[in-house]
């Protein structure tokens, strides 16, 4: 088991990792909308959190050896349902053909309030 950690993402607000590497496959904690400069919660209702989330997830990914191409999940964790359309819209702006596969999940809250999360796992290419 490798960890995976960079400064460009929120720095872990508990006893985990941002992801573990086991060979090929990156094990990404879910990230929720915390600018990783200030450590708050970013502003800006559902649409600034999904920027932010991905922005963080990109991030980690990029410290992998990896980006969003390699993803073959996610599991994508919202406060309120009625978001989901805006996140799908922000999520097809970051990702292209085939999409991971993913579940959605309404959940009644998350640490430090946000309004989304989201983990992920990736596959990454031999070497990288």
Do not use: C, H
């Not at 490798?2 to 496959?25: E, N």
Request: no cysteine; hydrophobic share 45%; net charge negative.
């Amino acid at each position: 088991r490798q960890t995976i950690a960079t400064s460009d993402a929120p720095a872990a607000i508990g006893p985990y990792s941002q992801a573990i590497r086991t060979g090929d496959t990156l094990w990404m904690s879910g990230q929720i909308p915390l600018d990783p400069t200030t450590m708050q919660i970013v502003e800006g209702g559902i649409e600034a959190q999904a920027q932010r989330v991905f922005a963080n997830m990109r991030a980690v990914l990029a410290a992998a050896g990896g980006t969003f191409d390699d993803v073959v999940k996610l599991s994508l964790l919202l406060v309120d349902l009625g978001d989901f359309a805006k996140v799908n819209e922000i999520m097809a702006a970051e990702f292209k053909q085939p999409y991971p596969a993913r579940p959605t999940y309404q959940v009644a809250a998350l640490p430090r309030g946000p309004r989304i999360e989201v983990e992920a796992v990736a596959v990454l290419k031999p070497g990288a």
